[in-house]
Every structure is written in structure tokens, then in C-alpha cells.
Nanobody, 121 residues
């Protein structure tokens, strides 16, 4: 089994910064893709940013130029540096991974438990 453990959420004023981190624990797999999603009550969960093993990234239009996603492939961690935060960035942020098991080459996806980010105006 794989666990995703997130850290770094909290309360910040508009214009401030936060850094989220997520570590995947376990063994017997290789991670193909890691991402951050977010969700506010009553709305669908949305992709914020993603990164593949090779380093290519994708971002939601609303966070481009403000957020940066990065990975440490050796440590199976992903981080999200969030700058110039806005009240509309307030949400629960979830870490996500798509991985391949080295034994049978099947794929699995996992989600973290979520971390709250609140941006005050």
C-alpha cells in the first residue's frame, strides 16, 4: 500500500506565500505522475498543477505564474510553492499520484488526506 502524507497548509494573508509538500511512502513501485488538486465545498475537485517523472509540468490557468510544482524523484516527494496567494485560492489541497508497480506493471492512483489552505483578504 502507498500513503501520501501532506504538509504545509495553513492561514496566510492575500499576497503571501505557502509551500505544500507531499511524500509517498511504500515500496515496489515507480511514480509516473504527481499532482496537486484542490476542492472547495460544493464544487468539483480541480487540478492545480501536475508533473511527470521527466519534469514536464502543467498548471491550471488560474495559478500560472504564481504556483510552481517540483519533484524529488529519488525521495518520491512533490512540492507546490504558492506565491501571490489570493482569497480564491482558499481550498483543501490534495496530493495525487499515478504509479506503476514494479512486479506486475499494473498502475494505481492514490490521494492524500488533504490539507487546508486559507487566504484571508
Amino acid at each position: 500500500q502507498v500513503q501520501l502524507v501532506e504538509s504545509g497548509g495553513g492561514l496566510v494573508q492575500a499576497g503571501g506565500s505557502l509551500r505544500l509538500s507531499c511524500a509517498a511512502s511504500g515500496s515496489g513501485f515507480s511514480i509516473r505522475y504527481m499532482a496537486w488538486h484542490r476542492q472547495v465545498p460544493g464544487k468539483q475537485r480541480e487540478l492545480v498543477a501536475g508533473i511527470i517523472t521527466g519534469g514536464n509540468t502543467n498548471y491550471a490557468e488560474s495559478v500560472k505564474g504564481r504556483f510552481t510544482i517540483s519533484r524529488d524523484n529519488d525521495k518520491n516527494t512533490v512540492s507546490l510553492q504558492m506565491n501571490s496567494l489570493k482569497p480564491e485560492d482558499t481550498a483543501v489541497y490534495y496530493c495525487y499520484t499515478n504509479l506503476r508497480w514494479t512486479g506486475d506493471l499494473s498502475e494505481s492512483t492514490f490521494w492524500g488526506q488533504g490539507t487546508q489552505v486559507t487566504v484571508s483578504s
